[in-house]
């Protein structure tokens, strides 16, 4: 069974610019979560949606970021405009249902360069 | 507010030593606890999780955590380290929050394996 799959894994930017990151949770997957991690840190929730709703988007920077899930399978993060401090790995994880226990299945993630 | 340390960013071990890796939450009520590995340029993948009953959580690769509520810690052990184990390890702690359950990662530990 294929994994959680991201594209692109890597994106060359200049600030202003946007970008968008594609997902494809596993399949059967109702809970899908993008996360953001600096490097030397952890993931950190951007936002988390139970099928296409956005049920915790609360560290999503709303002025320049936003995301969608519009069929409750594929979901796109997107950053416009990119500025450099948004240089990071985004990953994207799914989890059969929002069971606290649940195992979270990640991505490779995305590692977006703003120059 | 609620977090999660992890004592030592680096950890260095000599093939076949004992690997112990540290880690203590902060919470009010005990949280669900886990141990996640990410290989250079892959997702994070779960080695082990605690949830309730036994303290002791045995996972994959030979590694297994031990839950000590008095501590507040859940550090990581493996008793003989192989080179294959040389990866970043996340612990991370599962705690109520906006629109359901939230988890928390640490900063990750990057463990080196010595031949």
């Known amino acids: 069974e294929a994994g959680v799959v991201q594209s692109p894994r890597y994106k060359i930017i200049e600030k202003k610019q946007p970008v968008a990151f594609w997902c494809n949770p596993i399949s059967g997957h109702n809970t899908l979560y993008w996360y953001l991690q600096n490097l030397g840190q952890g993931p950190e929730l951007l936002i988390r949606?139970?099928?296409?709703?956005?049920?915790?988007d609360s560290q999503l920077p709303k002025d320049r970021f936003s995301a969608e899930r519009l069929k409750g399978v594929d979901s796109t993060l997107k950053i416009q405009p990119a500025e450099l401090g948004d240089s990071a790995v985004y990953l994207c994880?799914?989890?059969?249902?929002?069971?606290?226990?649940?195992?979270?299945?990640f991505g490779p993630g995305t590692r977006l360069t703003v120059l | 507010a609620q977090s999660v340390t992890q004592l030592g960013s680096h950890v260095s071990v000599s093939e076949g030593a004992l690997v112990l890796l540290r880690c203590n939450y902060s919470?009010?009520?005990?949280?669900?606890l886990f141990w996640y590995v990410q290989y250079p340029n892959q997702g994070l993948q779960l080695l082990l999780k605690y949830t309730t009953g036994a303290t002791l959580v045995k996972g994959i690769n030979g590694f297994e955590a031990e839950f000590k509520k008095s501590e507040t810690s859940f550090h990581l052990t493996k008793p003989s380290a192989h080179m294959s184990d040389a990866a970043e390890y996340f612990c991370a702690v599962m705690l109520s929050g906006t629109g359901g359950f939230k988890t928390i990662f640490g900063a990750g530990t990057r463990l080196f394996v010595k031949a």
């Open positions: 949606y139970e099928n296409e709703e956005a049920v915790d």
């Open positions: 994880a799914s989890s059969s249902s929002a069971l606290n226990t649940d195992t979270q299945y």
């Open positions: 919470s009010s009520v005990p949280p669900y």
